[in-house]
């Protein structure tokens, strides 16, 4: 079946620096991946979607890019702020089958 | 921004009692789902529904019910909860648009089984 994983538990980083998570997924079959954010006490909620393949796609400062052929879509950003601290998860949703999420990943941004 | 509300944001129950957590949702929106987090775990897929009437196993539906009497309303009932059954309990429900489904979330129930 589908799965999606994500290697890093948790990432710190101090503030500035660029952020990467990483995001694997197998499936047999065409796939929409997304990213969701949750913060300390909060629903997680939609970052970034995509479907096509070698496209970046940009929300709030974050990117994304989809590469079918590693299977990949980890989430990127420049420069880290104190406020990207959050759980995030990588998912994916393949031939309208239910979302499958990974593991998730802890960012903690210090000073 | 589509509006997810759950209840009670936090339960205490003793070891075989039943517990019902609620979720309601004014988006119109066709299907709903309970998930619960674990660290480690993510986010897994309890029960969901497609519409009113309708109930469906998820991935870990053992140990649980749910109920969607109206389009606005979906619960998850655990008949006889257990320690094991501790958790933080999301209920989402679900817009298609651009060829896949966004999940709107409630901000969760932290259950605890004593």
């Known amino acids: 079946g589908d799965s999606v994983t994500q290697t890093e538990g948790l990432v710190t980083l101090t503030e500035g620096l660029p952020v990467m998570l990483n995001c694997t997924y197998q499936?047999?079959?065409?796939?929409?991946l997304f990213w969701y954010v949750q913060h300390l006490n909060e629903a997680p909620k939609l970052l970034l979607k995509?479907?096509?393949?070698?496209k970046r796609t940009e929300h709030q400062g974050f990117h994304a890019t989809l590469h079918k052929s590693s299977s990949s879509f980890h989430l990127q950003k420049s420069s880290a702020q104190l406020s990207d601290s959050a759980l995030y998860y990588c998912?994916?949703?393949?031939?309208?089958?239910?979302?499958?999420f990974g593991q998730g990943t802890i960012l903690k941004v210090y000073l | 921004e589509a509006a997810v509300t759950q209840s009670p944001r936090n339960k205490v129950a003793v070891t075989g009692g039943k517990v019902t957590l609620s979720c309601n949702q004014t988006?119109?929106?066709?299907?709903m789902y309970w998930y619960r987090q674990d660290t480690g775990h993510g986010l897994r897929l309890i029960h969901y529904?497609?519409?009113?009437?309708?109930?469906e196993k998820g991935d870990i539906p053992d140990g649980y019910k749910a109920s969607r009497p109206s389009q606005e309303n979906f619960s998850l009932i655990l008949e006889l909860a257990t320690p094991s059954q501790t958790s933080v309990y999301f209920c989402?429900?679900?817009?298609?648009?651009?060829?896949?489904?966004?999940?709107?979330f409630g901000s969760g129930t932290r259950l605890t089984v004593l």
């Open positions: 989402a429900s679900g817009d298609w648009g651009e060829r896949a489904e966004t999940l709107y």
């Open positions: 499936t047999a079959y065409s796939t929409f």
């Open positions: 995509s479907s096509t393949d070698n």
């Open positions: 998912a994916l949703t393949s031939s309208g089958q239910k979302l499958v």
């Open positions: 988006n119109n929106h066709n299907n």
């Open positions: 529904s497609y519409g009113a009437g309708s109930t």
